[in-house]
């Protein structure tokens, strides 16, 4: 089955980096393009980043552009969210996602926390 695995959260000064992780398994990743989303407290959970199946195109929503960068390594099933210059409204809980045969899959997501 489809199972996706957060990682990389955790606690960051305002103006800090981190990059977050996600390992996919039970489907053919490559085929797949993939997502990044984030949920703060009370808020609905928001698009952050889109990357193709092969990686050649990324699109983020205006709100994220510029801070963000998606990336993802096909040989390891894997998918990046590389975050700089975070500020406290970044803090949410982060989310990976693929959506296949019109079902949309999640993660258990990782915390990041911008706080000084």
């Known amino acids: 089955q489809v199972q996706l695995a957060e990682s990389g959260g955790g606690l960051v000064q305002p103006g800090g980096s981190l990059r977050l992780s996600c390992a996919a398994s039970g489907f053919t990743f490559s085929s797949y393009g993939m997502s990044w989303y984030r949920q703060s407290p009370g808020q609905k959970r928001e698009l952050v980043a889109t990357?193709?199946?092969?990686?050649?195109?990324?699109d983020y929503p205006d709100s994220m552009k510029g801070r963000f960068t998606i990336s993802r390594d096909n040989a390891k099933n894997t998918v990046y969210l590389q975050m700089n210059s975070l500020k406290p409204e970044d803090t949410a809980v982060y989310y990976c996602?693929?959506?296949?045969?019109?079902?949309?899959?999640w993660g258990k997501g990782t915390l990041v926390t911008v706080s000084s």
């Open positions: 990357i193709t199946s092969a990686g050649s195109m990324t």
């Open positions: 996602n693929v959506v296949r045969n019109g079902i949309y899959y």
